[in-house]
Every structure is written in C-alpha cells, then in structure tokens.
T-cell receptor
Framework: QVQLVESGGDLVKPGGSLRLSCAASGFTFSAFYMSWIRQTPGKGLEYLSYISGTGNDIIYADSVKGRFTISRDNTKNSMYLQMNSLTAADTGVYYCARTARLLDLRGQGTLVTVSS | DVVMTQSPLSLPVTLGQPASISCRSSQSLVYSDGNTHLNWFQQRPGQSPRRLIYMVSNRDSGVPDRFSGSGSGTNFTLKISRVEAEDVGVYYC?????????FGPGTRVDIK
C-alpha cells in the first residue's frame, strides 16, 4: 500500500535551515508528481511546492519562493524540502503528498518549530 | 489566488442525521483538460488530514459510501448521509486547478 513518511522536523532558530525528507513506498515513485504542504496555526493548510516525476517541473508558493528548495531522488524513492531563512511564520506541521492537483495525503507529518 | 470559502464553519449534527458542507471558489475550477480539481479532506482530532474525495465526486478507497461529493464550476458540496461518531473532525475543500492551489478554512463537525 502507498506509504509516505516525513522526517527531519526540529526546533530551529530564526534565520536557520532545515531539510525535510519524505520516504515513499508502495507505488512507482518516479511516475508521480510529489508535493509539500504545511499546516500552521496562522494560515491553516497551505500548499508549498510540487515537483514532477523527472524533477523538471517545479513550482513554489510565493511565501517560500527563494527560501525553500524541493528536490527528489528517484533511486531512493525520496523527496526533500530544503528550508532556509526560516521565520516564526514557518512553524507548523509539514506533509508530503503524492500527486499535485489531486493531493493524495498519507503521512503523519513532521513538526517544524522556529523559535529563539 | 483562488479563494475557497466554506459554510458553515461549524456544524453540530445529531448522530444518524445527514450533514452537508458547502464549498465555493472565487473562479471556476474547470481545468483546461475538462477535469475539475476539487478535493475534500477530513482531519479527525489529533490526526493528519486525509483525502476523502478527489475531482468533485470520486471517493478514495476505504471511504464509507455515506460520504458523497457533488457540484460544478464554483459551487461544491460534501454530504454525509448519516453521521457517525467517527466523522467528527474538520473538513476542508481544496482546489488543484489554478496555481497557487488553495484550501478552504475548514468546517468543524461535531456531535450535538
């Protein structure tokens, strides 16, 4: 069955960086777009970014453009979100999902806390 | 960005009775391929959100058939034919047609 496991969340100081990972199993990873969304106290559910199966189609929300970088390694069935210049507004639970428009959410999320 | 609105924001229901949640978008959600990318999610207390319905009316595997989705264009509805205790939680609609994909604010369903 389809499984997505997020990891890498942590407590980080403002201005700091963090790299989230999403380990996928149960489907042909390279054939699917993948996405990151987050749930924050301030904005609720927020779509952040998606990446195509080959990695050549990537898009970001304005709120993270220039600070976050999405990537994937199809040999490891994994997707990543490199987060730089973090602020308190980035505090929340981050989820990865299979597909983009249909957003097949399966994971438990990983908690990112930005605080001094 | 496309604004998604939901009503009501809070919905107390009686067990065994029907419930209905409305979702409206600020633009038509018909994509260039003819599909309408409107999805519904359920978030039970203390749990992660999970998708219930995709493309307006397609139930995900394992979702009870008491859940149904309908609508077109800018107006959509999630219906629960007979509410059960396990249906308590927050329900979100989400559009995947126009970037930036956006979510509604959520409708909290609880038992009277």
């Amino acid at each position: 069955q389809v499984q997505l496991v997020e990891s890498g969340g942590d407590l980080v100081k403002p201005g700091g960086s963090l790299r989230l990972s999403c380990a996928a199993s149960g489907f042909t990873f390279s054939a699917f777009y993948m996405s990151w969304i987050r749930q924050t106290p301030g904005k609720g559910l927020e779509y952040l970014s998606y990446i195509s199966g080959t990695g050549n189609d990537i898009i970001y929300a304005d709120s993270v453009k220039g600070r976050f970088t999405i990537s994937r390694d199809n040999t490891k069935n994994s997707m990543y979100l490199q987060m730089n210049s973090l602020t308190a507004a980035d505090t929340g639970v981050y989820y990865c999902a299979r597909t983009a428009r249909l957003l097949d959410l399966r994971g438990q999320g990983t908690l990112v806390t930005v605080s001094s | 960005d496309v604004v998604m609105t939901q009503s009501p924001l809070s919905l107390p229901v009686t067990l065994g009775q029907p419930a209905s949640i409305s979702c409206r978008s600020s633009q038509s959600l018909v994509y260039s391929d003819g599909n309408t990318h409107l999805n519904w999610f359920q978030q039970r207390p203390g749990q992660s959100p999970r998708r219930l319905i995709y493309m307006v009316s397609n139930r995900d595997s394992g979702v009870p058939d008491r859940f149904s989705g309908s609508g077109s264009g800018t107006n959509f509805t999630l219906k629960i034919s007979r509410v059960e205790a396990e249906d308590v939680g927050v329900y979100y609609c989400m559009q995947g047609t126009h970037w930036l994909f956006t979510f509604g604010p959520g409708t909290r369903v609880d038992i009277k």
